[in-house]
C-alpha cells in the first residue's frame, strides 16, 4: 500500500494568515489525490480532487497542487469556518489518507 | 447527483455480527469500485475494504481480513459489510464511498459500536 505521510499534525494560526498541509508519499502515483475538511461529528467534505481540481461549492481560497510523491492544500486567508482538521487521500491504489492535520486558533 | 445512504449500525456486543448497507443512486454503480471507510472516535480515516465493479475481487486491511465481508448486489444498486466477531476497536462510523468521475464521494456514514 502507499503511506501517505501529513505534516504538520497540528497548525496554530490566526484569521488572515495563509497556511500550507503537505502530503508526502511513500511512492509516485498519478493525479488521484484528494484533500478533505472535517468538523466534529460530520462526515470528511471534499475540497480538492485530482491534486488540484476545485471542488464545487468550495471557496477559491482553498488550492491544491503537487506531483509525483509530494502535494499541498494551501489555503490563502484563513477564515474562521476554516478551523477543522484536514485529510489526504490517495485514490490511485487501494484508498489511503494522511494522519490529519488540525487548523487551531492562534 | 450522486447520493451514498448507508444503513445498518448499531450496538453489538463484542463477538457479535452486523451487516451495514449502502444504497447508491445518481451514478452508474455497476461501473464503480466502492470502499467501506471507517472512522474510530477520536481517530483518522482508515480504509476497510475494497470491491471491484464486478464483485470479482476483494481487497481487506489486514486487522479485518477474515472477519469481515464486501459485497454488492448491482441490480440494487448496492453495496454490504457484513461483520463478524466484532470487536470493541471496530467501533466506529462507517463510510460508504466511490470515485466517481475521478472525484470520492461519501455517504452520511452509520455507527458502529461494540461493547459489551
Known amino acids: 500500500d502507499i503511506q501517505m505521510t501529513q505534516s504538520p499534525s497540528t497548525l496554530s494560526a490566526s484569521v488572515g494568515d495563509r497556511v500550507t498541509i503537505t502530503c508526502r508519499a511513500s511512492q509516485s502515483f498519478n493525479k488521484y489525490l484528494a484533500w478533505y475538511q472535517q468538523k466534529p461529528g460530520k462526515a470528511p467534505k471534499l475540497l480538492v480532487y485530482e491534486t488540484s481540481s476545485l471542488e464545487r461549492g468550495v471557496p477559491s481560497r482553498f488550492s491544491g497542487s503537487g506531483s509525483g510523491t509530494e502535494f499541498t492544500l494551501s489555503i490563502s486567508s484563513l477564515q474562521p469556518d476554516d478551523f477543522a482538521t484536514y485529510y489526504c487521500q490517495q485514490y490511485d491504489s487501494l484508498w489511503t489518507f494522511g494522519q490529519g492535520t488540525k487548523v487551531e486558533i492562534k | 447527483e450522486v447520493q451514498l445512504v448507508e444503513s445498518g449500525g448499531g450496538l453489538v456486543q463484542p463477538g457479535g455480527s452486523l451487516r451495514v448497507s449502502c444504497v447508491a443512486s445518481g451514478f452508474t454503480f455497476s461501473n464503480n469500485w466502492m470502499t467501506w471507510v471507517r472512522q474510530a472516535p477520536g481517530k483518522g480515516l482508515e480504509r476497510v475494504a475494497t470491491i471491484r465493479p464486478d464483485g470479482s475481487d476483494q481487497y481487506y486491511v489486514d486487522s479485518v481480513r477474515g472477519r469481515f465481508t464486501i459485497s454488492r448486489d448491482n441490480a440494487k444498486n448496492s453495496l454490504y459489510l457484513e461483520m463478524n466477531s466484532l470487536r470493541v476497536d471496530d467501533t466506529a462510523v462507517y463510510y460508504c464511498?466511490?470515485?466517481?468521475?475521478?472525484?470520492?464521494?461519501w455517504g452520511q456514514g452509520t455507527l458502529v459500536s461494540v461493547s459489551s
Open positions: 464511498t466511490g470515485a466517481v468521475t475521478g472525484r470520492v464521494c
